[in-house]
């Protein structure tokens, strides 16, 4: 009996691997303060380059000065994309699925974008028209000053480029891409994910106020929405681009008056 031979072993099996997951709503919700916390320290370290490289004793003006500077805050805004990356890699490494299935990195009709476009559009124009109609700013006023100091230093090229592509890139990953995604296949659904991660990415915006909370939460409930319709955070990556786009624009020309 060959089972018996010593020369001829029974086959042992090769121990199944265990199938691809998604994170549900507890490993969605730490998975993403992980997320949440490479961002910030990859943002707070450059803030802490600049004020380590201006030397002891610290300056308390100087500090404030350096830190809501235009190329400060570019930097940081541009080192929190590859800790967003990085992070939200190894939350998807340990689902055992691909990078791009798990976070919907797929494109769509452009029909999607049309809708998804002229939505955001009309969204804001009406908080614009609101805020014109009681005398509200129609942009906060810091962020016509990080444009001005942005020219003078010279990099508001590096700032078009935070605003415009690491941002909307950093924060759909999180937000679009990884908690809808988790949220979405629980109890939650489709509508309390879209809800819930609107939440959350309302939370990163904390240099606002009350009522550009508002705002930033209603823009990410359509966000969510077309995330929902389109299966694709390709496509809430380039709408929330495009919408910082036309933000830099406006302060742009305000910056300028």
Known sequence: MDSLNPEHPPPIAAPAER???VWQFWGTALWGLVIFAAMFVGQIGVVVFFVLRDGFPIDVARTVHTVGGGLTIALSVVMGL?????A??????FAR???????????????NVLIAALGLTAMVGAWDLMSRATGREITPGFMVDVFKTAQAEGVVW???????VAAPVSEEIFARGFLYRGWSQTRLGAPGAIVLSSLAWTSLHLQ???Y???EVFCIGLWLGYMRYRSGSTWLTIVIHGLNNSAA??????LASQ
């Not at 699925?97 to 029909?111: E, G, H, I, Q, V």
């Not at 830099?248 to 020309?253: A, D, G, P, R, S």
């Open 19 to 21: 199938p691809p997951r």
């Open 208 to 210: 606002y106020d009350w």
């Open 158 to 164: 590096l700032l078009v480029l935070a605003f415009c």
């Open 82 to 86: 590859p800790a967003v990356l990085g």
């Open 97 to 111: 699925m691909p990078f791009a299935d798990y976070l919907a990195l797929r494109w769509t009709s452009w029909k």
């Open 248 to 253: 830099v624009l406006q302060t742009f020309y």
């Open 212 to 214: 550009f909370f508002g």
């Open 88 to 93: 939200a890699w190894l939350a998807t490494h």
